[in-house]
Nanobody, 115 residues
């Protein structure tokens, strides 16, 4: 079994920054990808940024150039640095991991951007 624990969610003003952290634990042996998704009420969960075991990253158009995803394979962490936050970034952010065709989700952390 794999557990994902997120941290770093907070309430900030537009233009400020936040760093979300995801730590994976448990039976980890061949992680294929880690990612961050977000979801707002009434909407589907959407991909924010993902990183493969090769180091290849992918970003949603809405966050490209503002958010940076980094992964520490030794620590099994995936951190999302979010700069120049906008009110439309407000959502619950979820960490996601794929290993051997199994998918795992964290419980989510709230990010609120409001003046």
């Amino acid at each position: 079994q794999v557990q994902l624990v997120e941290s770093g969610g907070d309430s900030v003003q537009p233009g400020e920054s936040l760093r979300l952290s995801c730590t994976a634990s448990g039976s980890l042996y061949n992680i294929y990808a880690m990612a961050w998704y977000r979801q707002t009420p009434g909407n589907e969960r959407e991909l924010v940024a993902g990183i493969l075991n090769t180091g290849t990253t992918n970003y949603a158009d809405s966050v490209r150039g503002r958010f940076t995803l980094s992964r520490d394979n030794a620590k099994n962490t995936a951190d999302l640095q979010m700069n120049r936050l906008k009110p439309e970034d407000t959502a619950v952010y979820y960490c996601y991991l794929v290993q051997e065709n199994f998918e795992y989700w964290g419980q989510g952390t709230q990010v609120t951007v409001s003046s």
